[in-house]
């Protein structure tokens, strides 16, 4: 009954920043894991960002020095803060949850474009 519900998408420029929220509607409380995953148009889907319980972060190659990931705890929040957006970072953002399951939202568009 794990539902997750995404905000934030939209079109920014490039160079520009956008970011994400993912809210879950319930989580294990000894252990989660929370981020995202990007699919672009041709392309596999691929890692953005994570982040677990105890802070434990790790983000795909592509994103590195440009998002960060965040969490409120208390709100069972994650956050994607993009910045220095660039054109290939157009894609469909698919926030997830990995506890003893996985879980998908469903997902949100972000375009880079001018």
């Known amino acids: 009954q794990v539902q997750l519900v995404e905000s934030g998408g939209g079109l920014a420029p490039p160079g520009g920043s956008l970011n994400l929220s993912c809210v879950a509607s319930?989580?294990?409380?000894?252990?989660?894991?929370m981020g995202w995953h990007r699919q672009a148009p041709g392309k596999q889907r691929e890692l953005v960002a994570d982040?677990?319980?105890?802070?434990?972060?790790m983000y795909g190659d592509p994103v590195k020095g440009r998002f960060s990931i965040s969490t409120d705890n208390a709100k069972n929040t994650v956050f994607l803060h993009m910045h220095d957006l660039k054109p290939e970072d157009t894609a469909v953002y698919y926030c997830?949850?990995?506890?003893?399951?996985?879980?998908w939202g469903q997902g949100t568009q972000v375009t880079v474009s001018s």
């Open positions: 319930e989580r294990n409380p000894n252990y989660w894991l």
């Open positions: 982040i677990t319980k105890l802070g434990t972060v």
């Open positions: 997830y949850l990995r506890q003893s399951q996985e879980y």
